[in-house]
């Protein structure tokens, strides 16, 4: 059956970094882009961006990433069937749940989701 | 960036009755609109993708409509444990969600 396991929660200072992983099983990793979505407290789902499990290519969302001037990156370790996400230079603001999900066979969906990460920015 | 609304914002209901929530796209989507379920503390689940195919294992109480930019997700016969936020999403030209319905018990 398909799994996406995350990290578990994190607690960082204002300027530091994190790298949330996002562990895959029961499908061929390299075959279905992974996405990103982030849900700060009490906000709507937004989405951060994707790579391409296959040869890495990433696409960020241009609001997003403007939003975060460009702290995001995402990257991917096939060999592990591991995706990652980065943010540096973290600020109270980006406190939220972040969540991969596997991008569907057809339309764009999202068909299954890790169970999300907690940054938690504070000094 | 395609803007998605849902309306309502909440929603109260009772077990057995039956729910439409509607979304409405700032632009045309064809019917690229998905509809998830969200639970406190819990990832969103799919539940309906192309805006009317219903994702497996997903119970057919539930039900979505639409093309374009109106789009409806109907929940037949509401059960207790169908009490969640719903959100909308267009997968159209990239991804936006809508700001989501609280349905809740009256």
């Known amino acids: 059956q398909v799994q996406l396991v995350q990290s578990g929660a994190e607690v960082k200072k204002p300027g530091a970094s994190v790298k949330v992983s996002c562990k895959a099983s029961?499908?061929?990793?390299?075959?279905?882009?992974i996405h990103w979505v982030r849900q700060a407290p009490g906000q709507r789902l937004e989405w951060m961006g994707w790579?391409?499990?296959?040869?890495?290519?990433?696409?960020?969302?241009?609001s997003f990433q403007g939003r975060v001037q460009g702290r995001v990156t995402l990257t991917r370790d096939t060999s592990a069937s591991t995706a990652y996400m980065e943010v540096r230079s973290l600020r109270p603001e980006d406190t939220a749940v972040y969540y991969c999900?596997?991008?569907?066979?057809?339309?764009?969906?999202?068909?299954?989701w890790g169970q999300g990460t907690l940054v938690t920015v504070s000094s | 960036d395609i803007q998605m609304t849902q309306s309502p914002s909440s929603l109260s209901a009772s077990v057995g009755d039956r729910v439409t929530i509607t979304c409405r796209a700032s632009q045309t989507i064809s019917t690229y609109l998905n509809w998830y379920q969200q639970k406190p503390g819990k990832a969103p689940n799919l539940l309906i993708y192309a805006a009317s195919t219903l994702q497996s294992g997903v119970p057919s109480r539930f039900s979505g409509s639409g093309s374009g930019t109106d789009f409806t997700l109907t929940i037949s016969s509401l059960q207790p444990e169908d009490f969640a936020t719903y959100y909308c999403?267009?997968?159209?030209?990239?991804?936006?969600f809508g700001q989501g319905t609280k349905l809740e018990i009256k």
């Open positions: 029961g499908y061929i990793f390299t075959r279905y882009t």
């Open positions: 790579i391409n499990s296959g040869n890495g290519d990433t696409k960020y969302s241009q």
């Open positions: 999403q267009q997968s159209y030209s990239y991804y936006t």
């Open positions: 999900a596997k991008e569907g066979q057809f339309t764009g969906d999202f068909d299954y």
